[in-house]
């Protein structure tokens, strides 16, 4: 489970656009985008690295949260 910090995500449009990019990637992928949070669950078996990398180049920077 990746757990990422997303500070920008505030509206369903938003918890969208990072849905698609990481299925984009892995259609098998589970996202849950926790918009009050600001923090995005991704259950994938993709490398982390690049996950973070499409969802920035969505326009979302986002960080590795513990
Ligand atoms: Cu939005």
Known sequence: MLKL??????CGHCAAAIEKVVKDIDP??????????KMASVETS??????????????YENELNP
């Open 5 to 10: 910090k997303v500070p920008d995500a505030s």
């Open 28 to 37: 098998a992928a589970q996202v849950q985008v926790d918009l009050s949070g």
């Open 46 to 59: 993709a490398d982390a690295g690049g996950i973070r990398e499409a969802i920035r180049s969505a326009g």
